[in-house]
């Protein structure tokens, strides 16, 4: 890309960037010498729905309701609550080792391949606070034994997959309940939205309590606690956190996916460039080493040309991918920012629930209604 930018801007390059099209190692090295801010990094994995939901039009009605909800329960923040879930596995990811350089595949020992996942429901406040947290293991029976080594108060569940459900989750509302203490008069707020490694020794669930119990402490500090709610927003509140850098990426799916600009590009109309730097792509760039030692001879008649505007950035050689469009499908609704105690919200659930209560029994009893007319049939054959 830095090759195609140079010659879009009727930038002076080297010989050796025509002869190959491309920047060499040498022109990165030293960029990133210049540029100290500037590393490489492996980034986060993010979804498309998670990208594309996190913009102006849904952070804006959160913080309007959250405001709401300051000035209504007067809020403090040690009433302040978060809470998330995390998946713990028994399969851990291998750490780097040092090994020969030539060999080809470096093997090194895990518990399982595609462990066992475990559920952990995580709760914290705004002055740095945690509660027990709550694990959910991939068994149909929890036994108190699963639970040893975890965290004192930990309370544990059972589920086939090892998943969340709307039944436990009902469950760990109490056993917040339990230790919040929240009444009419005393209401609090409730914000919805690792493994360790040891080598050599075989993980299952049941050790998986241990291990959390060990990491625990050091993970939910004060400090990290206290800064989550401050980075959110949250407490102090702070409509205005985040900056319009963060609502890049949910721009990123309103058209189709679109791939770096191919060589065949316009031709600037610029009269003072020379034959190489008029070039619009790395294809035009002669191939010949001889023509190529023409790049830098004929631009550099005068340093007036290195002072050209900048008619092309980046983005034009290299535009952002955008999401490709799905096929429409019948889903669910999508959810919204909502304050699930208060009406119409609440009021709106509780339909829902009864509506599904309703169909659930008329479609028992039209079962039932079907297994009777058989055996009556069957009689009287």
Known sequence: MAYDLAIRNSKRVPDSWCTQKSDGKD????????????????????????????????????????????EELSLTPERIYNVDETALSTSQKPQKVVAESRVKQ??????????????????????????????????????PHMIFGAPPGTHGFANPRGWMTKQLFVECLRHIHRHVRSTRENKVLLSTRGCTTIPGKRQTIHDVAGI????????????????GFRATGICPLNDEVFSEADFYQCYLSDTLCQQPMDTETPTPTSQDATPCSSRTSAADCPA????????????????????????????????????????????????RNRVLTETPEKAELEAKVRKAKKTLTANKKLATQGKATKKRLFRNE
Not at 38 to 56: D, G, V
Not at 212 to 227: K, M, Q, V
Not at 291 to 311: F, G, P, Y
């Open 288 to 335: 010949d080493p001889n023509a190529a030692s023409h790049c830098l001879t004929e631009m550099s008649s005068s340093r007036a040309q290195d002072a050209v505007t900048i008619n092309c950035s980046p983005e034009d050689i290299w535009p952002h991918p955008k999401a490709t469009q799905q096929r429409k499908r019948t889903r669910r609704a999508l959810g």
């Open 212 to 227: 959390l119990g060990a990491a625990y402490s050091r993970a939910f500090t004060l400090d990290n606690a206290i800064s």
């Open 106 to 143: 470096v093997a090194q020992l895990v518990s399982h391949e595609r462990g066992d996942t475990i559920t952990m429901l995580g709760i914290i406040n705004a002055i740095g606070n945690s509660l027990p947290p709550c694990l959910v293991f991939p068994r149909k029976q929890f036994k």
């Open 27 to 70: 022109w990165l090295k030293g960029f990133k010498s210049r540029h100290s801010q500037l590393s490489i990094r492996t980034p986060e994995p993010t979804s498309i729905a998670r990208a594309t939901a996190f913009n102006k039009t849904n952070v804006g009605p959160f913080f309007d309701k959250l405001k709401q909800l300051y």
